[in-house]
T-cell receptor, first 112, second 115 residues
Framework: QKEVEQNSGPLSVPEGAIASLNCTYS??????FFWYRQYSGKSPELIMS????GDKEDGRFTAQLNKASQYVSLLIRDSQPSDSATYLC????????????FGTGTRLKVLA | DAGVIQSPRHEVTEMGQEVTLRCKPI?????LFWYRQTMMRGLELLIY????????DSGMPEDRFSAKMPNASFSTLKIQPSEPRDSAVYFC?????????????FGEGSWLTVV
């Protein structure tokens, strides 16, 4: 079992809809979580980080963390075609030192 | 800041040849990570360093792979001998754990093709 798991997609949503991306993790030692966006042929870029249970909002993006269920999600409101990309979930362990483990990513397609 | 700088951006080499990938982390960052990305396996952590010291190399696939960080501003990932299954994008990333955003920043990647 991979330490961070995501549905590979593609997830297709119409323009203006809410896109919901999900991630589960197996290491209870993971304390911090990150969502990265990766356009085809480019490197991953950070969208949001979340460290505490609950919701964190930044513009059209909302990250949600539930440590009891070992579940992280990203909601994208008012989805735009420019949001079409692969979204990578990452967890960072703090057991001794810092190690970032990524899921395989979910491909999102926003249909105009 | 210039960001994480990787070279070469693209490399095509023949099976059996030695490949050296290079990385300059962001100045002041104390962690450096090497990842490999393929369609099948996603983004895999190969090895990471803290203050130039290798901390965890359990992701290095086999002895053909080696990595060094001789100083705070330079790291290499070497594959010798290379094989077609090593074809992938290799990303270097760096981080400053005490930083506000507390996350890692990626270079643009080195696209390796072994024929």
């Amino acid at each position: 079992q991979k330490e961070v798991e995501q549905n590979s997609g593609p997830l297709s949503v119409p323009e203006g809809a809410i896109a919901s991306l999900n991630c589960t993790y197996s290491d209870r030692g993971s304390q911090s979580f990150f969502w990265y966006r990766q356009y085809s042929g480019k490197s991953p870029e950070l969208i949001m980080s979340i460290y505490s249970n609950g919701d964190k909002e930044d513009g059209r993006f909302t990250a949600q963390l539930n440590k009891a269920s070992q579940y992280v999600s990203l909601l994208i409101r008012d989805s735009q075609p420019s949001d079409s990309a692969t979204y990578l979930c990452a967890g960072r362990t703090t057991s001794g030192t810092y190690k970032y483990i990524f899921g395989t990513g979910t491909r999102l397609k926003v249909l105009a | 800041d210039a960001g994480v700088i990787q070279s070469p951006r693209h490399e095509v080499t023949e099976m059996g040849q030695e490949v050296t990938l290079r990385c300059k982390p962001i100045s002041g960052h104390d962690y450096l990570f090497w990842y490999r990305q393929t369609m099948m396996r996603g983004l895999e952590l190969l090895i990471y360093f803290n203050n130039n010291v290798p901390i965890d190399d359990s992701g290095m696939p086999e002895d053909r792979f080696s990595a060094k960080m001789p100083n705070a501003s330079f790291s290499t990932l070497k594959i010798q001998p290379s094989e077609p299954r090593d074809s992938a994008v290799y990303f270097c990333a760096s981080s400053f754990i005490g930083g506000v955003r507390n996350t890692i920043y990626f270079g643009e990647g080195s696209w390796l093709t072994v024929v």
